[in-house]
């Protein structure tokens, strides 16, 4: 399978350990779906050009470097598409909500799209996402942010054309521009 390019899932796969001398996964340009476990630096050596992941499983693992890491994420100089989904029904209730996320400059530096699902992150860590330089598609599916305000700041996501918020608590206020006085 050295010509494979696009390897999909409809189950999280754990990789076993890949051999240094092995040239399998030069060519593969998507993987979706894996487990945490599977974000590891041998593994992603090998996928240079890959250019979407889908992640699925105690992202708290891979987060929190508990078993995988998300450093060999960063790794991955041509990533543009990520997703992200914590599996929350094998969670215990303490890690269903996740802590938060990594400082930006650990994310690929050409990812564009970002999918996050399940995560519970408190609103104040979409700093870390509006700082992403190239994001364009930001979706936040089914409590990947849970508390009722965000307050936005500005200069955050320069290049955000499509924002997508699915299943939250968060309540929408908007404050129309004050009239200058005439």
């Not at 992603?44 to 992941?53: E, P, T, V, Y």
């Not at 995560?119 to 700093?127: A, F, K």
Request: hydrophobic fraction near 35%; proline fraction near 4%; aromatic fraction near 8%.
């Amino acid at each position: 399978m050295i010509q494979l390019r696009h390897f999909k899932t409809n189950a999280s796969a754990t990789l076993s350990k890949i051999a240094k001398i092995s040239k399998g996964g030069e060519q593969i340009q998507t993987l979706g779906t894996i487990s945490p476990e599977s974000c590891r630096e041998d593994v992603f050596s090998k996928a240079r050009n890959l250019k979407k992941l889908g992640v699925r499983g105690k992202l708290a693992w891979l987060l929190e470097n508990k078993k995988g890491s998300f450093d060999s994420l960063g790794k991955l100089g041509n990533l543009e598409k990520l997703k992200l989904i914590n599996d929350i029904i094998l969670c215990s209730g303490a890690e269903r909500q996740l802590r938060g996320l990594p400082p930006a400059y650990k994310f690929p530096i050409k990812l564009r799209s970002l999918t996050l699902c399940d995560t519970s992150l408190d609103w104040e860590h979409m700093s870390v996402l509006a700082s992403l330089d190239k994001l364009e598609v930001l979706k936040l599916k089914d409590k990947a942010f849970w508390g009722e305000t965000w307050e936005a700041t500005d200069g955050g996501f320069r290049h955000l054309e499509v924002l997508h918020i699915g299943r939250t608590n968060l309540k929408f206020t908007y404050n129309p521009p004050k009239n200058p006085a005439t």
